[in-house]
């Protein structure tokens, strides 16, 4: 099992940044992919970013290419989602996610674990 709870989100305006991070519960989560997705009122929930469980691989979501970077450091259980340069269509609940397997980084259904959320909001 893995437990992961997000932190770090709040109400930023246009143009600043946020950093949200994830603490996963269990020795095992250095061996698992570890995905950020986000889902805003009404919408769909859409893939962000996505890093693999050795930090070799890292891929992103067309919207927020440029702007945000992921990361992880397994000897604290932490996964990173820095975001740069924000602007109000990033306004969602952010969910850390975990994947046990090697499938695609972008599909929802890979993540076997899924976080609490936590709110961002940005104003124009």
């Known amino acids: 099992q893995v437990q992961l709870v997000e932190s770090g989100g709040g109400l930023v305006q246009a143009g600043g940044s946020l950093r949200l991070s994830c603490a996963a519960s269990?020795?095992?989560?250095?061996?698992?992919?570890m995905g950020w997705f986000r889902q805003a009122p009404g919408k769909d929930r859409e893939f962000v970013a996505a890093?693999?469980?050795?930090?070799?691989?890292?891929d992103y979501g067309d919207s927020v290419k440029g702007r945000f970077t992921i990361s992880r450091d397994n000897v604290k259980n932490t996964g990173y989602l820095q975001m740069n340069n924000l602007n109000p269509e990033d306004t969602g609940v952010y969910y850390c996610a975990a994947s046990p397997g090697d499938g695609n980084l972008w599909y929802r259904d890979a993540y076997e674990y899924w976080g609490q959320g936590t709110q961002v909001t940005v104003s124009s």
């Open positions: 269990g020795r095992t989560f250095r061996s698992y992919d």
């Open positions: 890093v693999t469980w050795n930090g070799e691989t890292t």
